[in-house]
């Protein structure tokens, strides 16, 4: 796996984040039929809030963003995205495992929304995520808190 870390975001990341949301998106969102050069970038610019949101870097530049907003019932894992690139490399598991510890710490679920026939939703699946509904566009997904083994 390559070396990775996570930074606090900026409101400065907000244009390199949104750019990245577009390349990232872009194939499963044409398949679907909703690509859209604008909106994909302005949804990203509309939801971001750098107080939840940390940037992915590989070897210093940025290579994804991840956010985990709070909500009454859950976190949500939100703008999840990682460079074509990096993928594969298994930064994605790792960043994951790390934000489900803080949530299992918390007593928390979390909750996310993936697009109907993307890959990410095997990682989602890989790490205990299961469908609460879907529809044409997205399914819903939770994942409960893991409470730690009695037998430790």
């Known amino acids: 796996m390559a070396d990775w870390e996570l930074r606090p975001a900026s409101v400065a990341d907000v244009e390199a984040v949104a750019e990245l949301r577009a390349v990232v998106l872009r194939p499963d969102l044409e398949r679907l039929g909703r690509y ?37 019932d859950a976190y949500w894992l ?52 299961t469908v609460e509904t879907e529809d044409a566009i997205d399914v819903f997904m939770v994942r409960h808190r893991r409470s730690a083994d009695p037998a430790l």
Do not use: M
Request: proline fraction near 3%.
């Open 36 to 72: 859209d050069e604008q909106r994909v970038r302005q949804r990203l610019r509309d939801g971001f809030a750098p107080a939840h949101t940390w940037v992915i870097e590989v070897d210093s530049a940025l290579a994804g963003c991840v956010a985990l907003r709070p909500a009454e």
């Open 78 to 129: 939100e703008h999840f995205y990682l460079d074509p690139d990096a993928q594969g490399r298994g930064i994605g598991s790792a960043v994951l495992s790390r934000l489900l510890e803080r949530c299992d710490r918390d007593g928390a679920a979390v909750r996310l929304n993936v697009l109907q026939g993307s890959a990410a939703r095997r990682l989602y699946e890989r790490h205990g995520f």
